[in-house]
């Protein structure tokens, strides 16, 4: 007779961190197409009921991943705007976070901002992480140019930063970019001559909150 496979018990905090690392690796390796509950259980060496004990379905997993990806995502951008620096640096600093966080979370990354994968409708905690990423790119902007929120501003920023996630992810700098540090040079060159575009080149140490 064979051995009985054990596994940590369905209130174990183990299986569900293992439930989860499982899925974020799948995804980082497939795309959330190959994600199901059957396969995460059979990466993860648990019985194919295992991952019901702690998700009710494929969509919870992957709520429960954005969450942490958002989460994640404000931590970094929340340390570049206390960059102690001036202003330019702060918009260098919350560009390669931002990228820097693609490039290090791929999977959850692409998921973060398909609602046809994960409705925010169902995951209120979801919904609330993406907005406090969203609060730290505000106050990157209000920091940067001064002023009140504006929401034209902040899709801008929002709009360089994350298409060049996308253009290194799944794009031709991905595959022009021979690995890690040049892809970290490129960010870098990238987002200082945004930087220098956006405030002036002859202004690279305009204080933070100062008005052009």
């Not at 560009?95 to 973060?112: K, Q, W």
Request: proline share 8%; hydrophobic share 40%; net charge neutral.
């Amino acid at each position: 007779m064979a051995p009985t496979r054990k596994e940590p018990p369905a209130e174990s905090g183990d299986l569900r961190r293992r439930i989860l690392d499982t899925a974020r690796a799948l995804l980082d390796e497939q795309g959330s197409a190959a994600l199901s509950l059957r396969e995460v259980a059979r990466r993860a060496g648990v019985t194919h009921q295992a991952p019901y004990h702690h998700f009710a379905d494929r969509e919870s997993i992957l709520a429960e991943l954005v969450t942490d990806g958002f989460d994640e995502l404000a931590r970094r951008l929340a340390a570049a705007n206390d960059h102690p620096g001036p202003a330019r640096q702060i918009l260098i600093a919350s560009g390669i976070a931002y990228v820097g966080f693609a490039l290090d979370h791929p999977g959850v990354f692409r998921i973060m901002f398909r609602p046809d994968v994960c409705d925010p409708a169902r995951f209120p905690r979801a919904l609330a992480a993406g907005e406090r990423a969203y609060g730290e790119l505000q106050r990157q902007v209000r920091l940067v140019h001064g002023g009140p929120d504006d929401a034209g501003l902040a899709a801008m920023h929002w709009a360089q930063v994350h298409g060049l996630a996308m253009l290194m992810l799944d794009g031709p700098l991905g595959q022009q970019l021979p690995g890690p540090q040049a892809r970290q040079a490129f960010v870098r060159e990238a987002t200082e001559r945004f930087a220098a575009r956006i405030l002036g080149a002859d202004d690279p140490d305009r204080p933070v909150g100062a008005r052009r």
